[in-house]
């Protein structure tokens, strides 16, 4: 079964550091989505992306955040200046649909991030 | 605000018996829900989802009910199994608050335990 996969399965960078979170959605899905549980805590949404741009993103997004295409078949989640509250588990989501019924979110394993 | 809660954050079983997780919405405009299981160092894995035009869905071994009248929807699980043990989310999407369908707003969580 086709499957979101992430990279790395953990990052430990300092404070202030940027960092680039890598994700592979499913190959035919068109709407791409970052969303991240800090230890304890609910899934939060982040952002979510189609056709090349950003169609929402929640206030956690702030100006640090950015997200990007590069390519075909990656999607990337960048932290400029990561803060000590950015430490959490991000989660890459794709659909292919807009996310509704009988077309669900599939999410990777996430990539722990540890900000020290 | 919180929107999606969960009655009981931990829920213990007996291999082969029967478990029913529930779920509290507060928005009755929410029009699709959505349960996902999260295995201990994986991403949220889709289950099951439903509309609110409906009351009932079947998949495999899982059965989801939704209570419009009193805003709850719960997840039944047949059989269950120590594989199951996981922590399971139910959540809504992001459009009745003025988001977007892929805005997904997780509850808290119960985790399930499945004795042997």
């Known amino acids: 079964e086709p499957e979101v996969t992430q990279t790395p399965s953990h990052q430990v960078t300092q404070m202030g550091q940027e960092v680039i979170l890598r994700c592979v959605p499913i190959s035919n899905h068109l709407y791409f989505y970052w969303y991240r549980q800090i230890l304890g805590q609910k899934v939060e949404f982040l952002v979510s992306f189609y056709n090349n741009e950003i169609s929402e993103k929640s206030e956690i997004f702030d100006d640090q955040f950015s997200v990007e295409r590069p390519d075909g078949s990656n999607f990337t989640l960048k932290i400029r200046s990561t803060k000590l509250e950015d430490s959490a588990m991000y989660f890459c989501a794709s659909s292919l649909g807009q996310g509704g019924y009988n077309s669900p979110l599939h999410f990777g394993n996430g990539t722990r991030l540890t900000v020290t | ?116």
Request: proline share 3%.
């Open chain 2, 1 to 116: 605000g919180e929107s999606v809660g969960l009655h009981l954050p931990t829920l213990s079983v007996q291999e082969g018996d029967n478990s029913i997780i529930n779920c509290a919405y507060s928005n009755s405009a929410s029009d699709y829900f959505i349960w996902y299981k999260q295995e201990s160092g994986k991403g949220p894995q889709f289950i099951i989802d439903i509309r609110s035009n409906m009351d009932k869905r079947q998949g495999q071994r899982v059965t989801v009910l939704l209570n419009k009248t009193v805003k709850h929807l719960s997840l039944q699980i047949a059989a269950t199994q120590p594989g199951d043990s996981a922590v399971y989310f139910c959540a809504e999407n992001g459009r009745s608050y003025g988001g977007s369908q892929g805005n997904l707003i997780f509850g808290k969580g119960t985790k399930l335990s499945v004795k042997p």
